[in-house]
């Protein structure tokens, strides 16, 4: 908004650094559209200082904030109150300040995965098959916790480092089958949805060789990347004919629950949401 009043309910991004965020942009468009006295700001903190920056956003009147890169897991130890989801995942990317003056932190990654799923590969079905997941990551725990409440029954996990990937499967429980590395081609076959959660294709970074030759004919093929929003591996599963999913969706559906407990609306994701944001990216 252009302006703000007294009463603005404020929130925030705290990260380190935090200046590459695209949250701000994003809950400022939905702050305008919906005409909302409030405002969402960038909120640098170094690791040193996350504990006694959680602690003053009570005391400095903030109704929550989001919570990215490094602090994450900080902030599931720093909370009073901790969501289910979040304790699964492992991690906090969400902050309610509550009117006692305590924290409360939720995890919305799974939801933001499994609503941009859904939204851009609507045919998709949890009972379609088999779930192929690359990475070992925070990303990867939300993911694959939350294909294990959409109903999938069978997931293979895949990371460049194996003891990672068997971390995150002793972590999470479920049938989550670990795959070495450099079986992941093998590990293909036959699955209906293989889902990209490194960095691997994202711009700056080594490209992520996979042969998807051998996914199956009706295979979702989805990268949470989104610099490019198309990476090699979505332009290849298209060139065979495959449903593809970007990986911008996850960040703007994410968002939303946030966004309803801070500011009292439950925001929308929409064309021109997507094109707001977008132009950010160049």
């Not at 701000?24 to 040193?48: F, K, M, N």
């Not at 109704?63 to 990215?68: E, F, K, M, R």
Request: proline share 5%.
């Amino acid at each position: 908004m252009s302006s703000l009043s007294g009463n603005a309910k404020i929130a925030g991004v705290i990260g380190w650094p935090v200046a590459h965020s695209l949250s701000p942009r994003l809950h400022g468009y939905w702050l305008q559209t919906l005409g909302i006295d409030g405002a969402y700001v960038p909120l640098p903190v170094a690791p040193e200082n996350i504990s006694d920056a959680l602690r003053a956003l009570p005391k400095l009147g903030f109704a929550g904030a989001n919570v990215t890169v490094p602090h994450k897991e900080a902030a599931l130890a720093a909370v009073d109150e901790v969501s289910e989801i979040a304790n699964r995942i492992g991690a906090v990317n969400t902050l309610i300040c509550k009117s006692d003056g305590t924290l409360y932190g939720d995890n919305t990654d799974a939801f933001g995965f499994i609503e941009n799923l859904r939204a851009g590969a609507p045919s998709w079905r949890p009972d379609s098959g088999r779930a192929l997941v690359l990475g070992a990551g925070g990303a990867a725990r939300a993911v694959i916790t939350a294909l294990i409440d959409a109903g999938v029954t069978e997931i293979s996990l895949s990371n460049r480092t194996l003891a990672r990937a068997d971390d995150v499967a002793q972590y999470i429980g479920g049938n989550v089958a670990v795959v070495p590395w450099e079986a992941r081609d093998t590990a293909a076959e036959g699955v209906t949805l293989l889902v990209n959660t490194t960095t691997l294709g994202m711009t700056g970074k080594a490209p992520l060789e996979m042969d998807i030759r051998a996914l199956a004919d009706d295979a979702v093929v989805t990268d949470i990347v989104y610099a490019p929003l198309q990476t090699p591996l979505l332009a290849s599963a298209h060139a065979r004919g495959l449903t593809t999913v970007d990986g911008l969706g996850m960040l703007l559906h994410q968002a939303r629950p946030g966004f309803e407990a801070w500011f009292g609306v439950r925001p929308e994701v929409t064309a021109d949401l997507r094109r707001h944001v977008l132009e950010s990216l160049g």
